[in-house]
């Protein structure tokens, strides 16, 4: 079992920028890769990165060169610095980890962008 939790959502201007938290816990070891997606009212759940535990990512193209990943083994926490930040960006944003097995979400925290 793995268990997600993200932190560091809120309001922010067109413009600015945030950073989200995904912090792991449990079967850390069975991790394969970990991901961000986010969700707005009435459309799926989309990719917005995902990172395999070889390093390689997958960015969505509407993010990429305004948001980057980062991690910190050590406490088991995976990072999504969003720069730049555009009103079409807002969402509610879920942390994925990916196992042989199964995949384990976190509750999600919004972010939005507004004047």
């Known amino acids: 079992q793995v268990q997600l939790v993200e932190s560091g959502g809120g309001l922010v201007q067109p413009g600015g920028s945030l950073r989200l938290s995904c912090a792991a816990s449990?079967?850390?070891?069975?991790?394969?890769?970990m991901g961000w997606y986010r969700q707005t009212p009435g459309k799926q759940r989309e990719l917005v990165v995902v990172?395999?535990?070889?390093?390689?990512?997958n960015w969505a193209d509407s993010v990429k060169g305004r948001f980057a990943i980062s991690s910190d083994n050590a406490k088991n926490t995976v990072y999504l610095q969003m720069y730049s930040l555009k009103p079409e960006d807002t969402a509610v944003y879920y942390c994925?980890?990916?196992?042989?097995?199964?995949?384990?979400w976190g509750q999600g925290t919004q972010v939005t962008v507004s004047s």
């Open positions: 994925r980890a990916e196992t042989a097995t199964m995949d384990y």
């Open positions: 990172v395999t535990s070889g390093g390689s990512t």
């Open positions: 449990g079967s850390v070891f069975s991790i394969n890769a």
